[in-house]
């Protein structure tokens, strides 16, 4: 039986075929690849949908008979996979070294939102629909456009969403940077504004004095139970030199 017998070594690692010219395969293949990625392509929001999937599916056998050249041996393989690993690695380092090539092969990251507004024109340019700016806006936990204060399509396809809250436009800081700015551009001063500021800041310090009541207190406490215990023992405290009177004023 076929399923028994001992395997044919020589078809598994002799090279049927050059290993530089599937070196020189996997170069090109990997090239040509990512042109047409970087060059053809729309980037995508978010996760991989169903048309992602057979994307991926149909290059992989597009790109399987150029890498092989119908070559079966294990080296052959080896060597097209080390193409793709080698120039992987290449431009990475590349990208690293010389920002202007990361310029070129990676996407710049675009505004989609500012200010509660969509930009038409960016959201056109990047093929991005309002339900899928909506549905990236909703995996962020934002269900209202008004309260985002920018979101960017990132390189890699994902949408980060920054809120007027999280900018710190809501209360505390923004509310102080909304009255100054209110008050040097001529308008009326933001009374309401001021008011809870300074609320804010008299509850501040009355939390911070009944702290340090508190806290003078229990030292009180404990040095009472200390000098307690001293005279238990039979020590007594030190008594403490009486102040020097002040000089009289001469007359």
């Known amino acids: 039986m076929a399923a028994f017998q001992p395997p044919d070594w020589g078809s598994v690692f002799v ?36 048309s992602d999937v057979l994307l ?22 080896v060597a097209a996979l080390a193409a793709l690993l080698f120039w992987s690695y290449a431009l990475d380092w590349a990208t690293d070294r010389w920002p202007w090539l990361n310029r070129q092969l ?22 991005v629909t309002d339900d899928e700016l909506m549905s990236q806006l909703r995996l962020s936990g934002v269900d209202d456009l008004a ?21 710190g436009e809501e209360g505390g800081a923004g509310s ?28 501040d310090v ?10 003078a207190a229990a030292h009180k406490k404990a040095a009472a139970v200390a000098r307690t215990a001293l005279a238990r023992h039979g020590v007594r405290p030190r008594s403490r030199p009486a102040p020097p009177a002040p000089e009289s004023a001469p007359r």
């Not at 170069?27 to 991989?48: E, H, N, P």
């Not at 056998?61 to 150029?66: I, K, L, T, Y």
């Not at 990676?106 to 959201?123: I, T």
């Not at 309260?147 to 900018?167: F, I, N, Q, Y």
């Open 147 to 167: 309260r985002v204060r920018v979101a960017t399509l990132e390189p890699d396809g994902e949408v980060s969403v920054v809120t007027r809250a999280e900018a």
């Open 176 to 203: 102080e940077e909304k009255g100054v700015s209110q008050e040097a551009s001529g308008g009326p001063p933001d009374l309401d504004g001021a008011l809870k500021r300074f609320l804010a800041a008299a509850g």
């Open 106 to 127: 990676e996407h710049r990251p675009v505004e989609l939102v500012r200010d509660g507004q969509k930009k038409p024109d960016a959201l056109h340019a990047q093929h």
């Open 56 to 77: 991926v599916v149909l290059v992989s056998e597009c790109v399987s008979p150029a890498l092989s050249a119908e070559t079966k041996s294990l080296p052959n393989g």
């Open 15 to 50: 090279p049927d075929g050059s290993l530089a010219e599937s070196f020189l395969r996997g170069t090109a293949v990997y090239f040509a690849v990512l042109v047409l990625f970087r060059c053809v392509l729309r980037r995508q929001t978010g996760g991989m949908g169903l």
């Open 206 to 215: 009355r939390a911070a004095v009944a702290w340090h009541d508190d806290r």
